[in-house]
């Protein structure tokens, strides 16, 4: 309702500008002096520059890097502002000192208390995911951030309350002027600076980088075997999916067999309904793997040790999905009883692919300034 204060404030605002306006030609008179605010007008481009040996960034043209975008999505990835109730950030789920996931959390808790079904997901090299999400459901970062804000159980805000609150606020309509080189606030721009901070993380592990120059750490001689370990195709087998790469994942929705019946936990089915989706979810990175437990979409398991015993002889094969384990794991099953036969590793081998695995590390990730809290 419009009660009479604010018709009259609304009303003098109306003047102001009206007034303003008018007296504007009278500047004509003196030589214009250097504006400030011309100069915040125009965002800066900047070039975001991969680490060494990582292939360039996807950049979509509609959303390009700007020195000011980045640092207002850094500022609003880690303000509550965007939550329902003001308590709950995106860093709140999503911690830099682990690696971006929510610490020690099997499900991350929303604004009221309220949990999730699925364990957070670290956040790095989010520019080269085709899809994002366990189950796939955004296919870029700028098609995701707005789930997060209106899902009932993370942040539980209506954009029409946040975009007030930014309106309001003393300093986020400055920066969005900056950002986006013109006056208001809308989520399309809450989206775009967020997803430019995002498609600006980067990690790798410091040990592995194919160019021995840029790797920071030395790896021991128990990682190496563990190393081993993971290529070798009667042992861990870990590397068609989690490749040996900078990027240490193939980026596919695939079923490592973990859920017992795809049906009720179909994956990758509930965005694309195809019927050969239903059980496969996104294969991830394993960097930084040592800080991000529990480990799963289900977070299911706490322990890299649970994780080899899941592997070994714990996978499923699903006689209705006879395609939907894949070949690299249905290779480990015995082909009468289709159930897993363990592995030709030994009690050693299993302790020095931990070993490996929890060396696969980028620990600047944690405490980059860059991508601290402003
Ligand atoms: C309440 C906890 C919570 C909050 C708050 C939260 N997230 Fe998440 N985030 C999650 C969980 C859980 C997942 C995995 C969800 C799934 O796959 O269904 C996730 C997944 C993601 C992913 C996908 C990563 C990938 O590799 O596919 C991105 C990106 C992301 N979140 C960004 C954000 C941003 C940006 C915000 C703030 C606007 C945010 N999150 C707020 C818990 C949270
Ligand atoms: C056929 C492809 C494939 C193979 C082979 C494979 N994985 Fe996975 N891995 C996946 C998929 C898919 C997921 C996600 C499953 C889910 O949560 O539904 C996953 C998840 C994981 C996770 C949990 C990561 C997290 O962030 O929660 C770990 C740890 C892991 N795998 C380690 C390994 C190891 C070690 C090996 C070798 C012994 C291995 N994987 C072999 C596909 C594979």
Redesign the pocket.
Known sequence: MLNAGTFWTQLIVINLIFLSFFTLPSCKDKPPKVVQSDSILSPTPIDVRPPFGFPPVPVPSDNPFTKEGLFLGRKLFYDPILSGDNSQSCASCHKQSSSFVDENMKFSFGIDGSKGIR?S??LYNLAYAKRLF?NGAATSLEDLISEPITNPIEMHESWMNTLDELQAHEEYPLLFQRAFGEKGIDSVKVVKSIAQFLRSIFAFDLATHPDTTFSKRAMTPQQIRGLRV?VDEEK???F???SVSLLNTNYE????G??ENPAQDP?LFEITGRPQDIG?????S?LN?KY?S?????GR?ET?EE??AF?DTGFHYYPDYPNLL?P??KKHLDPQTMEPVSRKWTKQDKED?IAF?NGLEDSDLLSNPIYSQP
Do not use: Q
Request: charged share 10%.
């Open positions: 364990n997901m670290p366990w993971y861990g087998d870990c068609h999916c989690h929705f695939m079923s490592n973990l859920v994956g496969r979810f996104k294969v991830p394993l793997i991000t529990p480990y799963m979409h289900d398991f890299l994780v080899l592997y894949d690299n794991l692919l695995l």
